[in-house]
């Protein structure tokens, strides 16, 4: 396969898969067959970047390959592929990965009880469970749907959240920083945070 490797989509021939792309939506086949085999590798790993299995990953590179396709008009401008499959492969796999997140915090006072009473410890870190839950629903809309989303990866796409949020990319650190603040403020208050702690150091 003469696939280019994940780092360097960056520095891709963009005339050359520019003429790919029109040669494809023209019809030739091989055009298409020749973008699908260079390209698949790295909008793969830009999908597993995201936390997907590479099943998952496989299935969100498929979905943006067939929504190129079926873009009535093209793209205006077919140098700016490899960027829109990029975008397209990320915000899926944003989707697709951060929806199991969501759907946890999404009942934040699910917590299901101890399988085996008398297991201390266990109790403790259910009690810090929902002490998390409870404070991250005590902020505001912004700050959850932000800590949501950075919660979802080890490598958050700063360009996906500024337009899944309609957040300047520069403001997106500090707020980071000032709604985790006021998280772990809201946490601290809690009698419950920080119960395993204050039992170590009783010695009971």
């Keep these: 396969m003469n696939a280019i490797s994940a780092h360097s989509v960056a520095a891709v021939d963009y005339d050359r898969y520019a003429r790919l792309y029109v040669a494809a939506r023209a019809g030739d086949r ?12 790295p909008l793969w790993r830009v999908a597993r970047r995201a936390g997907l299995d590479p099943e ?6 498929q979905t943006a390959w067939m929504r190129l396709w079926r873009t009535k008009d093209g793209l205006e401008k077919p140098r700016a592929l490899t960027k829109w499959l990029r975008t397209t492969v990320s915000r899926e796999a944003w989707n697709v990965a951060g ?5 946890v915090v999404s009942d934040p006072l699910d917590i299901k009880e101890p399988i085996i009473d008398g297991i201390e410890d266990g109790l403790v870190r259910d009690a810090e469970r ?11 809309d912004k700050c959850r749907a932000l800590l949501a989303y950075v919660a979802a990866f080890s490598r958050p796409d700063y360009d996906v959240i500024s337009e899944e949020l309609g957040m300047k990319r520069g403001s997106i650190g500090p707020t980071r920083g000032r709604c985790l603040d006021k998280l772990r403020k809201t946490l601290l ?5 920080g119960a395993g702690e204050e ?3 009783d010695g009971t």
């Design 56 to 61: 998952s990953a496989a299935d969100v590179v």
């Design 199 to 201: 039992r170590s150091a």
């Design 189 to 193: 208050d809690d009698p419950s945070w």
């Design 30 to 41: 091989v055009a298409q067959r020749t973008l699908i085999e260079e390209l698949n590798e």
């Design 130 to 140: 929902e002490a998390v839950r409870r404070a991250f629903l005590a902020q505001d």
């Design 99 to 103: 929806q199991s997140r969501r759907e």
